[in-house]
């Protein structure tokens, strides 16, 4: 995460880490794995997390959109270098006294720039890949803390720490659905 103004902004792992210590740090029901916390206050955690999830989405999308740019980029160099190495092979082949030579320089200088070109492809391909590897990996643990913090939520409902106040029914006042 960035810093601004000499804070560290809390990005969706954050988010996660807060909801867990918030449940692990609330109080337990005698002689019971459950425990009491507040709803309202716990909602407003997750609905902070759900409304930051979109925001590292289009950070993804914003990298796949760098990543064309940056292959378009490879290609059209990649293509000038070939355009070039058959110019200067056309060039050389033209002059009679240095054709043998020239088609050999010719096929050696768009050998490389084939070659060139293809390196360029190759390592905005791994960038890109190892790129969004990482993204992938950030977006499982999000994902599974968010499932974990459902998971004991509904635990939590389940053993009645979650139980609506009297006079008012389950239906009326349902949990949100991420």
Same mark, same amino acid.
Do not use: C, M, T, W
């Given at each position: 995460m960035t810093e601004?103004?000499?804070?560290?902004?809390?990005?969706?792992?954050?988010?996660?880490?807060?909801?867990i210590a918030y449940v692990e740090a609330a109080k337990a029901v005698p002689m019971s794995r459950a425990c009491k916390v507040d709803r309202a206050e716990l909602i407003g955690m997750l609905?902070?997390?759900?409304?930051?999830?979109?925001?590292?989405?289009r950070r993804s999308e914003a990298m796949l959109q760098e990543r064309d740019k940056?292959?378009?980029?490879?290609?059209?160099?990649?293509?000038?270098?070939?355009?070039?190495?058959?110019t200067e092979h056309a060039?050389? =082949?033209s002059r009679h006294e240095v054709t043998v030579s020239a088609e050999h320089e010719g096929n050696r200088i768009i050998g490389e720039a084939r070659g060139e070109?293809?390196?360029?492809?190759?390592?905005?391909?791994?960038? =890109?890949?190892t790129t969004?590897?990482?993204?992938?990996?950030?977006?499982?643990?999000?994902?599974?803390? =968010?499932?974990?913090?459902?998971?004991?939520m509904h635990t939590l409902r389940e053993i009645g720490s979650f139980s609506p106040p009297q006079g008012e029914s389950e239906d009326e006042k349902p949990l949100p659905q991420f």
């Open positions: 601004i103004d000499g804070s560290k902004s809390v990005g969706p792992l954050d988010r996660i880490e807060e909801i609905e902070e997390l759900q409304s930051e999830l979109p925001a590292d989405i940056i292959i378009e980029a490879g290609e059209r160099e990649a293509d000038r270098i070939i355009g070039e190495a058959e060039r050389l =082949v070109a293809q390196r360029l492809r190759d390592e905005v391909d791994e960038y =890109v890949d969004l590897a990482n993204f992938e990996q950030f977006l499982h643990r999000a994902l599974s803390g =968010v499932e974990r913090g459902r998971d004991k």
